[in-house]
């Protein structure tokens, strides 16, 4: 009897399947579909669906304390990893060098002030600049103890700008940005990139906004990293997130199984019964 109901219980599972299947317009796993961009009324029927989703991501931001000002252009260039254009924010570290004098030289947390502490010259406010305008300023201030100082200034910290890559990607997570902006590319690089289970097509550009309404953009991963279409290539900023979502099969998988997983546990604690000589 006991065998009979696991029996049926797994033709029900099996049957939910496939009329799931012929419902549904399942995605291939290896990318071999490329789903067309979505119109904006389309975007909006999907953000009710998201709506618990896309609130949690809201209040990540905000406990981050980023800042969420409206941002609805993204120029389509890629700025690299440069670091003299970056500017400084708190929990940045950098390293100041200054020749012959060790005895002011060495590695300062940006505080939550935005300075830095500084022997001689006391603190030293930096959030806001680049790495040589903190060494023009260390310079100017440190001529005053020090004939002619040779100051270098090295960024070994960037903690002060995140964006999230969150969903069907290898290792998901905050980015500590190198640049004041981040390429979806370059993001998506260090994210692990897509997994086989994303639906790269529709991934989403999230920004927040102070009016509790985030800008949501679709960008076509699919066509930006195996096609080379730039124009997909869009900038994120401090606090923007991107969500690469799971495929209808990746979906349906992920309900099946925790229903799968005790019939397994089940019929492999059975005992086998031999009969007859060997």
Excluded at 123 to 152: A, Q, W
Excluded at 167 to 188: C, N, Q
Excluded at 220 to 243: A, F, H, I, S, W
């Amino acid at each position: 009897m006991e065998k009979a109901s696991r029996y049926i219980l797994m033709y029900s599972v099996l049957t939910a399947w496939l009329i799931m299947l012929t419902t549904s317009v399942v995605h291939a796993q290896n990318y071999s579909e490329i789903v067309p961009l979505e119109s904006d009324s389309a975007v909006s029927n999907n953000a009710d669906e998201d709506d618990e989703y896309f609130g949690a991501v809201s209040l990540i931001q905000t406990n981050q304390g980023m800042d969420v000002s409206l941002r609805n252009t993204y120029p389509i260039q890629d700025y690299g990893e440069d670091s003299s254009n970056y500017t400084l924010g708190k929990e940045d570290v950098i390293e100041v060098t200054v020749l012959r004098h060790p005895e002011v030289s060495g590695q300062f947390i940006i505080n939550n002030e935005g300075k830095i502490q500084y022997q001689f010259i006391g603190d030293v406010t930096v959030e806001g600049l680049k790495k040589d305008e903190v060494k023009e300023l260390l310079t100017k201030r440190l001529s005053e103890f020090v004939i002619t100082p040779d100051v270098t200034v090295r960024i070994i910290g960037y903690n002060s700008k995140i964006v999230y890559v969150i969903g069907e990607v290898g290792s998901p997570g905050k980015i500590y940005m190198r640049g004041d902006t981040i390429t979806v590319r370059e993001a998506l690089v260090q994210a692990g990139l897509p997994t086989l289970s994303a639906k790269a097509a529709q991934t989403r550009l999230i920004t927040p906004s102070d009016d509790g309404k985030p800008d949501r953009k679709i960008v076509n991963v699919q066509k930006l990293l195996y096609e080379g279409d730039l124009r997909e290539n869009l900038v994120m900023k401090p606090g923007d997130t991107l969500y690469i979502p799971p495929t209808i099969m990746a979906k349906a998988m992920r309900v099946i199984s925790p229903v799968t997983q005790p019939i397994n546990a089940a019929g492999s604690t059975g005992r086998r019964v031999y009969t007859g000589g060997f």
